[in-house]
């Protein structure tokens, strides 16, 4: 009897590890290909740059972007809806967060213009965020073909593994974006500290030179008040 509880015992164990790993399979499935993207381009002088994001009814786009290179750090910003509605609309801004909640289904235009400046290129980083679609829909059928054992043989339930692996992903997802934007934070801090560095450097050098030029200029006048030309007889 001993040697019958022991091996039913292990193949409770195994069933359980068995349960578990069919689990995580069908957990990571669900989560689907995420349809979050991020992108960093290069804006000419006197141009404008589209990029189309398809999203579903009653879901949620979120669109960050900032301008991180470029004199004057700002760009025109528009969404525009697929039936050609502005949602929204921004004029020379340096950045911006934006949510939209798509009333309809279809290919929404995010726009970017650097119509206005005649010379200077810009580089941008826009993020897009889309929640309530995707990698969201379709998760729970990923276990109906598994069935739960006995209480006895597997504590855990698998809806509350899963919800704990989908809460995991969202939240590493999350933090990788913010990981995004933070790099382009600092990368545009860095362009604008270094396109500070040349300004203030080049200022110090001319001010050093005209420093020299008055310091030469109030010698001279000096040594002209006490210059005397007359000659004296003796």
Known sequence: MEALRG???CRGGLLGLIVAFLCCVGSVQCFGQSQDSEFTFLLPAGRSECFYQTAIKNGTM???YQVIAGAGM???FTIISPQGARLIIETRRSDGVHVV?????GDYEICFDNGFSRFSEKMVFFEIIIEGQGGDVGGDDEFLGVEEPDGSLLEYKLDDIRETM??????LERSRQMQTVLRAFEARDRNLLEDNLWRVSFWSCASVLVMLCVALTQVYTVRKLFDDKRRVCT
């Open 7 to 9: 091996r039913m015992s």
């Open 62 to 64: 979120e669109v960050e």
């Open 74 to 76: 700002d760009v025109d």
């Open 101 to 105: 909640e798509p009333m309809e289904e």
């Open 166 to 171: 989908e809460s995991l992903h969202k939240r």
